[in-house]
């Protein structure tokens, strides 16, 4: 699970990203006008620069299977590990199920 | 270059090659408060407020770093309503007995005039949740939903209220040394991230408070913190406490990995107030509900060898909060009763033990002060500690359970009086500024990474040590002969791997820097643990699964000499440790799995399952 990009033409570069990142994943490129992501392999998922991204460009993904092995159900969870939240609203239809 | 023609700019950009760094090389200052979470930020604010020049460094952006940008509830003591006795007596009881609770009493007195602070500083401003708001929950429109209420939002006021009160700070800097000389602190070291400038910054005093930490974030979004203030304050010789507590936090089976997936609405909705929650009437139940969801559910679920559930149930915070994070009970009808009511939007459970791997359970880890201090003073002169994972202050004792959502309130709490303490120290200190010696010496070293030629990247090797540490049976369920297995891999990396991790940007330094901490702070954790042959509190041994208050009723604190890691004890007050005459089954309400029959009573099934069901 990282950060991702959905549309890099959409990043408007107002470097919320930059900021708001507590894990350095993201840099700028003042030439290009755009944010970068530099580290996802250190990204959190905490999605504070997807919550902050003022053009939409940014997309949380659970398809990377670089998540963390969690204490328990290390092996049964890998497969079921394919939440994608990319744009607002365009979530799988398991996320949205669980959710009321 | 793509640009300059105008043609859209698609493909991922590398990372520029070079970094301008805004800061200086070198600052004076009376306080420098490191780390700037709800610690840092009232430390920093109180410092100031008491009329001395304060400095703060943090390693990511003020509220938008480390824990506290994502509580959901603040709890606080109304002495003008709330019965303290059941109050103390619950802590006292829930925490197994080694709650801390001259800490415990600052709550009461102090909690009330800190929810004003923060309330003041806008962090504590209601708005409507998602739900209440449109459609943003149907849709889950997030970001739509921050930007609707972006004046409000309380992450934000971090900055607005440093910069208020006219305290500059320094961000994305981590700092890697705090200097003492005699006996007395002198300044701080560290670099700016991004650009790898080294900064050194003379001060008369210091305050610590950089949050615990984690081996790799896997759910609980406590990645940017990393030991590093823990791993300073055992070098420089404090003692280390609460390693053997484990963080009680988990993440969703369906999504490990991911606070995103079941946080995201917590994080955005704004901190709800709650207390008010224990009465005498609810005493027994209030315990042992709380130390059943906190602390012993994964202590079954592990034994059990089974998830707690399937990873797609939803809590509805709505219908759970008064037992998951103490909404006021009992005061429905009094309509100026602000911390009663529902907390939050639903959200995905969290089934799965392990968000926060390494984080000790919250207050119980840092720096162990005098047990007479309430300002967070370590022995060393001008060096003040505070807040989670930093100042093992222990007002929940073993764990948190009836201290639940208090921790962000008491963080604010402890760093408020260190603030005092710093300040009132540096208005009588003379400030020496770091020789130029000092700070090439200190230089060489932070830098040393970026020198090693042929070495180990510090993102394996934090995989390599979340892997060792991760499995519910050593922090869980832990035993001698897995401690022991554990500890001989942490050792060969402290040895083999630690000197030789390689940096080749300053982004990797920070990661370099901050593996060091958790190695040394993974070895911390299991020698505690191997040490403390009983349960309690956060820490369950399957080969001792029962209280033993004949040797236990004590702090433990690593502690760094000539020959290496030194476990030493440090008893609880007295008048700390209840009714010693009680029988056993009496004195500890809720037992761990294999308890009553090692002890020879007999108990009932737990009523609360918080585990999985037997096979
Ligand atoms: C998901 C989640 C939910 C929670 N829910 C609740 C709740 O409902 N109620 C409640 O009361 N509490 C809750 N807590 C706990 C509470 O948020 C924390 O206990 C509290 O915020 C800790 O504050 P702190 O200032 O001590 O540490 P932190 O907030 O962790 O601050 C530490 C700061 O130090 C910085 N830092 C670290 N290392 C360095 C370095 N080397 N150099 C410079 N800076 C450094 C970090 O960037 C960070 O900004 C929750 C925590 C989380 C993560
Ligand atoms: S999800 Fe969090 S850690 Fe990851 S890049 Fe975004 S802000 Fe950084
Ligand atoms: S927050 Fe979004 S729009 Fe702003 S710089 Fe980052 S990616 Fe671009």
């Known amino acids: 699970m990282s950060v991702v990009r959905v549309d890099l033409s959409k990043c408007i570069g107002c470097e919320s990203c930059v900021k708001v990142c507590p894990m350095d994943v993201f840099y700028f490129d003042h030439t290009a006008h755009k944010s970068v992501i530099a580290y996802p392999e250190n990204c959190q998922s905490c999605g504070q620069c997807f919550v902050h991204c003022q053009g939409r460009s940014l997309g949380m993904s659970n398809d990377m299977f670089g998540f963390a092995i969690p204490a328990m159900r290390q092996t049964t969870t890998a497969p079921m590990n394919r939440v994608v939240v990319t744009e607002p609203g365009v979530l799988t239809e398991m996320t949205r199920g669980e959710l009321p | 270059m793509e640009n300059k023609e105008r043609k859209p700019v698609t493909k991922e950009l590398p990372r520029p090659a070079s970094v301008p760094c805004p800061y200086e090389a070198r600052y004076e200052t009376d306080v420098v408060v490191l780390g700037c979470g709800f610690a840092g930020l009232n430390a920093a604010v109180t410092a100031r407020e008491s009329g001395r020049r304060v400095l703060v460094v943090d390693k990511g952006r003020p509220g938008f770093s480390g824990l506290s940008p994502w509580p959901s509830s603040f709890r606080w003591f109304d002495p003008e309503k709330d019965d303290a006795d059941a109050f103390r007596r619950a802590v006292l009881i829930g925490g197994d007995y080694i709650s801390n609770m001259k800490w415990y009493e600052e709550w009461i007195t102090d909690s009330k005039r800190i929810y004003h602070r923060l309330r003041d500083w806008g962090m504590l401003t209601p708005f409507p949740k998602p739900q209440e708001a449109g459609d943003f929950f149907e849709r889950q429109d997030y970001a739509g939903y921050r930007e609707a209420f972006q004046q409000l939002d309380r992450h934000e006021k971090w900055v607005e209220v440093l910069e208020k009160n006219g305290i500059p700070f320094l961000e994305y800097t981590m700092v890697t040394d705090v200097i003492v000389e005699e006996g007395r602190v002198r300044g701080v070291m560290g670099f700016h991230v991004p650009s790898g400038k080294v900064i050194a910054i003379s001060a008369r005093a210091v305050v610590m408070a950089m949050g615990g930490g ?402």
């Open chain 2, 214 to 615: 984690c081996y790799k974030p896997s759910g609980f979004p406590a990645g940017g913190d990393t030991f590093d203030g823990e791993y300073i304050a055992y070098e420089l010789g404090l003692p280390i406490s609460g390693k053997e507590f484990e963080d009680s936090h988990g993440t969703s089976s369906v999504a490990p990995g991911s606070p995103f997936y079941y946080m995201n609405w917590q994080y955005l909705e704004n901190i709800w107030p709650g207390g008010g929650d224990a009465s005498q009437d609810n005493l027994k139940p209030f315990i042992e509900s709380k130390v059943n969801f906190v602390v012993l559910g994964r202590a079954r679920a592990a034994k059990n060898r089974l998830p707690a559930s399937t990873g797609k149930e939803v809590t509805r915070e709505a219908e759970t909060n008064a037992l998951r994070r103490g909404a006021a009970l009992g005061y429905e009808t009094d309509p100026d009763e602000i911390r009663s009511g529902k907390l939050g939007s639903p959200l995905p459970a969290s089934d799965t033990h392990g968000g926060a791997i390494g984080m000790s359970s919250h207050l119980t880890g840092g720096v162990l002060c005098d047990l007479e201090d309430v300002s967070g003073r370590t022995g060393i002169d001008g060096l003040y500690v505070a807040g989670d994972g930093m100042h093992a202050s222990y007002p929940g004792g073993a764990s948190y359970p009836c201290g639940r959502g208090f921790t962000s309130c008491f963080c604010s709490i402890d760093g408020d009086h260190a603030g005092r303490a710093a300040a009132a120290f540096a208005a009588e200190a003379t400030l020496q500024p770091l020789s130029e010696e000092t700070v090439a010496e200190r230089t060489e070293a932070i830098t040393a990474p970026l020198r090693v030629e042929r070495g180990f990247d510090p993102n394996w090797a934090r995989d390599v040590l979340h892997g060792f540490m991760a499995p519910y049976w050593v922090t869980i369920s832990k035993s001698e002969k897995v401690l022991e297995a554990t500890l001989v891999q942490v050792e060969y990396m402290r040895d083999h791997v630690a000197p030789y991790l390689m940096a080749r940007t300053s982004h990797d330094l920070r990661l370099c820097h901050e593996m060091k901490h958790k190695i040394l702070s993974a070895e911390m954790k299991l020698r505690a643990s191997l040490y403390r042959k009983e349960s309690r509190g956060a820490t369950y041994r399957e080969d001792y699964p029962y209280r033993d208050d004949e040797h236990f009723l004590c702090y433990l604190t690593v502690n760094k000499t000539g020959e290496g890691m030194e476990i030493r004890e440090v008893p609880v007050k007295e008048e700390w440790t209840g009714d010693r005459e009680q029988a056993y089954e009496k004195r500890y309400l809720c037992y761990y799995p294999g308890e009553p029959e090692a002890r020879g009573f007999h108990v009932e099934p737990p009523r609360w399952m918080g585990g999985g069901k037997k096979p």
